[in-house]
Nanobody, 123 residues
C-alpha cells in the first residue's frame, strides 16, 4: 500500500510559478513510477507528466512541455512538479498517482492516488 499526499497548490497570477509536492508513505517508493494528472472543472482528468522509478525518464503533455518539470527524490519519498509560466488554462485540481511499473498517460493504469491539490491561476 502507498499513501500519497499532495501539497503546494494555491492561487497565483498568470506568469507565476508554483511547486507541487507529493509525499508517499512506505519504504518502496522507488518501486513506483509516478505521474501528475489534473482535472479542470467540467473536464476529464488528464495526464500532465510522468517519471520513471529511477527518475531517468520523464514525459509531459504537450500543453505543459517547456513550462513544467517533474522530478523525484527517492530518499525523501517525494515527487515534485515545478510549474512555471502558469496561465489560467492550468487551473485545476492536481493529483499525483503511483504505478508499480513504468508510467503511462492512462489514469486507469495507476494503482494509488492522492487527494489532490487545487491550483488556481488568475489572469
Amino acid at each position: 500500500q502507498v499513501q500519497l499526499v499532495e501539497s503546494g497548490g494555491g492561487l497565483v497570477q498568470a506568469g507565476g510559478s508554483l511547486r507541487l509536492s507529493c509525499a508517499a508513505s512506505g519504504r518502496t517508493f522507488s518501486s513506483y513510477a509516478m505521474a501528475w494528472f489534473r482535472q479542470a472543472p467540467g473536464k476529464e482528468r488528464e495526464f500532465v507528466s510522468g517519471i520513471s522509478r529511477s527518475g531517468g525518464f520523464t514525459s509531459y503533455a504537450d500543453s505543459v512541455k517547456g513550462r513544467f518539470t517533474i522530478s523525484r527524490d527517492n530518499a525523501k519519498n517525494t515527487v515534485y512538479l515545478h510549474m512555471n509560466i502558469l496561465n489560467p488554462e492550468d487551473t485545476a485540481v492536481y493529483y499525483c498517482a503511483a504505478r508499480g511499473s513504468y508510467y503511462t498517460i492512462n489514469e486507469y493504469d495507476y494503482d494509488y492516488w492522492g487527494q489532490g491539490t487545487q491550483v488556481t491561476v488568475s489572469s
